[in-house]
């Protein structure tokens, strides 16, 4: 122990800027663990070669561990959240959207096809198990090709086109992953909001897999978990993303401590990876205790000062309320930071719908340019907005090396006459007694647009488009569903158009892969099928069939094959080109603030910030582990 205690604080001192070489300070949480002998020292709780955090270098201050932070989400399975709050990635991004080893010590890139992945000796898992490559080999060898936990083979991360890679594990703190190709994918996926997670706790999770048990343990375990075979069972207890199993071990700044309806509570990990520079392991906080509210509430409860940090829930139309809580002395400020996403509200047509008469009308881009055109996104910048929003299509945005002014305007200038003209040349000419165009086979064309019922503003602006779209003939129905109703009807193909947010990321650079915009995922409303058929090898959705949608996935294939930043810009821009001329994405506006409610309490949040999903976790690219309280007052009082 004296020995990997001394080289520890060798590695530790070597790593740390000079004026800050120091013994790593003792959390006052652990203390009585410590204490009893029932944990070991901070000191040999983190890595041979921790993370050093060296916050005045970033620009922010040094803090103290303790308190509980306070905030709210509005389902249950929305606890995951903390897995995008703390953001701890092999590879992630910093607050300059630069990629860094974090959980990694380092890696390697060579032909941009053999990544060599080096783990940190002595980083261990929240329960304390060693993490080594052995995790990473537990995933490769039992869970990504096991055709019964994975029937459609290793997902997106290991694979490049059509092809899959390959892991090896030359000793246990290194993993090379190798590609047939060149990926340049395979590092921004690791530093996904929703990670891909290419390795598991194999301590925890090899007593659920059937290559590791009996068939007696196994059965007996399946009748106790009431589940119908083995790889249910396995997936049940293998929820790294889902966050809602406090026995699994995690690398995440805090882990899941105790639940309930109404409440869920997380504790510091006590074998995190990052150290700040004066030697003190973070998390700062100690607690994080995550309300589960109605969607209602969470403006009025932020308002009563009951959260500390607080910014999913908040629309743009809360800040007046918030305001208006800080002048009534509410002990919170209200930050407002820039949004990421393309488009604060985006209309997306399906163009996978299972209606035959409809499809084919949608299909037209015509009809899509139409609809676009109808929309007076002025009166619902001004009604909504206040004018901070900026008006136009979905396509990249000013801080983009990509944004095009022609983008954001085309089809996206209010002009009805013009909509009006376009729908006549389709042949859409008959109407109902009140003015409604009838469909080819005579019925009323009656838009039905399914929404998540989560956002106001959602709601405020399709009521706007309603009355303009009627005046081109179109009548607007809105129906507001369960988010996970809403998806499942969206990829099942029976959901004619559906609103959500434009592209997660807005800010799209030359390094930046364009699948997005290709069809190779389901969770793009406008092409469900054709994303479903690509993420599933063809055993699922439809073929694409339709040329300007084959030449997005034409040209996503090239842009995997060059590392010529020319080339890869010229990609880009065709892409952005063809979806402002295709409207895929019917996009209204964007850039709205976001408002952000902080404790006056609260130290290292950041006053200008982006509130983005990819590339940035929302909080995570903040670094919430690095947020602190400026007093003892929130000192957790947790039983452990």
Known sequence: MFNRFAALILATCLALPATAQTLINESPFWESEVAK??????????????LIVDLEAKGRTFGTQGG????????SKDVRQMVVYGYARLVGYDEKYRLK???????EVEDRRVFTLHLRPGHRWSDGAPFTSADFEYWWEHVAQNPELSPNGPPEVMRVGEEFGTMSFPDPYTVVVTFPRPNPNFLQMLAQA??????????????????????????????AKRVRSWAPLHNKMDNMYQFD????????PWVVASGTSSRQLFIRNPYFHRVDARGTQLPYIDVVEMGIVGSGLVAAKSNAGES????RGLDFRDVSILKKGEQDGAPYRTYLWSNGAAS???????????????SKVIRDARFRRALSLGIDRRMINRALYFGLGKEGGMTAL??????????LTKWAIYNPELANNMLDEMGLTERTASGIRLLPDGRPMEFVIETAGERQEVENALAIITDTWRDLGIKLIMRPLDRDILRNRVFSGVTMAAVWFGWDNGIPQPFTPPSYLAPTDQVFFAWPKWGQHYQTHGAAGEPIDLPAAQRLMDLSKAWQGTSIEAERTKIWREMLDIHADQQFGIGILSEAPQPVVVSDRLRNVPEKGKWAWDPGAHFGVHRVDEFYFSDDEQIAQVSK
């Not at 301590?203 to 007996?220: I, W």
């Not at 000013?398 to 983008?407: G, K, V």
């Open 37 to 50: 002998g029932q944990m070991d020292p901070a000191a040999q709780r983190i890595p041979e070669t921790p």
């Open 68 to 75: 509980t932070l306070r905030t709210m989400v509005t389902r």
């Open 101 to 107: 080893a974090d959980i990694l010590r380092d890696y």
């Open 194 to 223: 929703a990670p891909p997670f290419i390795f598991r706790p194999s301590h925890y999770l090899k007593q659920f897999h059937v290559n590791f048990n009996t068939v007696e343990e196994m059965e007996a375990m399946i009748d």
């Open 245 to 252: 199993n406090a026995a699994l071990p995690t690398l995440q």
């Open 308 to 311: 500390d940090l607080q910014a």
């Open 344 to 358: 604060q509200i985006a209309i997306y047509p399906n163009l996978n719908f299972a209606d035959p008469v409809w």
């Open 398 to 407: 000013a801080a983009s090396p990509f944004f095009e002014p022609d983008n």
